[in-house]
């Protein structure tokens, strides 16, 4: 068993045990039910954004304790004003030292996609993510038969939560592509071997459909990958680690994206001068 199936096996638990706790009907009453939601998709592709998804992660079972005091109040403002697109907030306890209150944190304080990063395997998660101001949810094809997957998607889609699909391989990518999918991520992350490769973005973005938004996730420590990433064809940057090493993660941010926006102006003063 690698991580991913520890993790998917608590998290089927730490599910029955939250609905006996919170049920749906108490969920419904939560006052961002009726909230519409901001689409994860158009921030993402806004010209005066970084496409970047800044999270906010305190721990990983690869790495352990990260950032576990972090405020996030303070880091998820300082994030969105650094030029961040949108933000992730783990919610998962267990693995990553997240809870749902991070995220209504988050929401309380900025208006901008909040992606909920959590181990999604059933219904109920989805109307959780709803109610505590999610405005998209994460699906792993490798932790979810690809009819499952679909079938989620679609649940979510019909709160109007967007989806981020997230594959590891081309076979994951073809098998769980559906109408409901229109953002697609790339983790670069090896589950078994917990090593990051962005080639595997690289490799992959020749295979993700036209018309989809890409985003690449894992393993982006400089601003220069993410121009080769772009020219790749992505718009969307899911960058945790890289932020959250630094006691203050929001300053972290803010000079990678003031690196990535120098690259990207020499490069079309270059262009124009060509």
């Known amino acids: 068993m690698n991580i991913l199936d520890e993790i998917i096996a608590h998290k089927y638990k730490e599910v029955e045990e939250r609905k006996a706790l919170y049920p749906v009907k108490l ?15 158009r921030y993402l592709l806004r010209p005066d954004k970084s496409g970047i998804i800044a999270e906010i992660k305190r721990k990983s079972p690869s790495k352990g304790d990260i950032n576990p005091y972090v405020s996030v109040e303070r880091t998820s403002i300082g994030y969105m004003q650094a030029g961040a697109s ?7 306890s267990n693995y990553f030292g997240g809870k749902n209150e991070d995220l209504m944190i988050a929401r309380k304080y900025n208006y901008c996609p909040i992606l909920r990063k959590d181990f999604t395997v059933d219904e109920y998660q989805i109307v959780e993510a709803k109610s505590i101001g999610a405005d998209a949810i994460l699906l792993i094809a490798a932790a979810l038969e690809p009819e499952r997957l679909k079938q989620l998607a679609a649940f979510a889609r019909s709160f109007g939560l967007e989806v981020l699909l997230e594959v590891h391989s081309q076979q994951e990518l073809e098998a769980s592509l559906s109408e409901d999918v229109t953002i697609v991520g790339v983790n670069n ?10 080639a595997l ?12 938004t890409k985003v690449s996730e894992s393993g982006l420590k ?23 090493t630094d006691g203050r993660p929001e300053r972290a941010a803010a000079e990678f994206i003031r690196e990535l926006r120098q690259l990207q102006q020499n490069l079309s003063l270059a262009s124009a001068q060509a």
């Not at 419904?28 to 998709?41: D, G, I, N, Q, V």
């Not at 992350?189 to 962005?198: E, G, H, I, P």
């Open 27 to 41: 969920l419904e009453k939560s006052l961002y039910f009726e909230t519409p939601c901001l689409s994860l998709e």
């Open 86 to 92: 949108a933000l992730s907030i783990l919610t998962d």
């Open 189 to 198: 992350r090896n589950l078994q071997t917990f090593q990051t490769d962005v």
């Open 201 to 212: 973005s690289l490799e992959l973005a020749q295979h993700i459909p036209s018309g989809m």
């Open 222 to 244: 400089s601003p220069k990958t993410l121009i080769e990433l772009q020219a790749a064809g992505y718009n969307g940057f899911l960058i945790g680690e890289t932020f959250m």
